[in-house]
């Protein structure tokens, strides 16, 4: 698993890559936090290159989502490409949940 | 000896490992690794990815729930056996930790993201059968996934 943070003025973009599982996900929500208390609340999780996702990794993900809530801000969510990764994300209807967009770059104008 | 028992014995694979988060990745490479035996690559991304989850759900609940609180040296026990008439994987997952109680996971509320639930939801959602039994003082589950839809078997 790996996660590149990058930091735009009000938005902060994760770029994830490979699995997001319960052995990661610790750390995630680790980096994740780091960002809450920094008193951002606009978020982009993209998840294009992400491979494997568990519900421990959803729980980081719905985590995001709550704290961008109850802070006035939101969430955008940038599906996998990969179809097997997707279907988890369709099955659990974060398709739903998350505000879903084609990629980063739409989604950060989008704020 | 049964023909059942003969296919069983042929067919059966037995992993056994430390429980800790560290291998998850293991046993789900481990789980591809095995099904490409029957089927190729493309046939068999799907099933693998539904049957490695849902392997991998309950492994991290045996390591965070059953085995919670308990010493380090508890181990689980995978055991996955193929068969052809009809097609179809079972996997055994058996650990010595705390009884799991169906009654103590809510259901998750689909309409509206949240923090915990979807474990047990997933693993229902894509194995074909699941049943769990309380032996003594071990835990078994017992997962069932049907591979009749997969075509061209490779001999």
């Given at each position: 698993m790996k996660v590149t943070i990058i930091e735009h003025p009000k938005v902060i973009v994760a770029v994830f890559k490979g699995r997001i599982d319960a052995f990661y996900a610790p750390e995630l929500r680790e980096k994740m936090e780091n960002y809450f208390s920094q008193g951002y609340n606009n978020f982009v999780l993209d998840l294009s290159d992400v491979e494997f996702l568990d519900s421990a990794g959803l729980a980081v993900l719905v985590s995001v989502l709550k704290h961008s809530q109850q802070e006035g801000g939101s969430t955008r969510l940038i599906m996998p490409t990969h179809e097997t990764a997707r279907r988890i994300l369709h099955l659990t209807r974060f398709d739903k949940v998350f505000q879903i967009m084609d990629n980063s770059d739409l989604a950060v104008k989008s704020f | 000896m049964t023909s059942r028992q003969q296919e069983r014995g042929s067919?059966?694979?037995?992993?056994?490992?430390?429980?800790?988060?560290?291998?998850?990745?293991?046993?789900?490479?481990?789980?591809?690794?095995?099904?490409?035996?029957?089927?190729?690559?493309?046939?068999?991304?799907?099933?693998?990815?539904?049957?490695?989850?849902?392997?991998?759900?309950?492994?991290?609940?045996?390591?965070?729930?059953?085995?919670?609180?308990?010493?380090?040296?508890?181990?689980?026990?995978?055991?996955?056996?193929?068969?052809?008439?009809?097609?179809?994987?079972?996997?055994?997952?058996?650990?010595?930790?705390?009884?799991?109680?169906?009654?103590?996971?809510?259901?998750?509320?689909?309409?509206?993201?949240?923090?915990?639930?979807?474990?047990?939801?997933?693993i229902k959602s894509l194995m074909d059968e699941v049943i769990y039994t309380r032996n003594a003082d071990r835990n078994s589950w017992y997962l069932v996934k049907n591979l009749e839809e997969l075509v061209h078997p490779q001999s």
């Open positions: - | 067919n059966t694979v037995r992993l056994e490992f430390p429980a800790s988060l560290r291998f998850l990745s293991m046993v789900g490479a481990c789980l591809n690794d095995l099904l490409l035996k029957t089927q190729s690559q493309e046939e068999i991304e799907p099933v693998s990815y539904d049957i490695q989850l849902a392997v991998q759900e309950l492994c991290t609940n045996i390591v965070c729930h059953a085995y919670k609180d308990q010493p380090n040296d508890e181990r689980i026990c995978v055991t996955i056996t193929f068969y052809n008439y009809p097609r179809r994987v079972t996997i055994e997952l058996e650990d010595t930790g705390k009884i799991f109680d169906e009654m103590q996971v809510e259901e998750p509320n689909l309409e509206e993201g949240q923090i915990h639930g979807y474990g047990l939801f997933l």
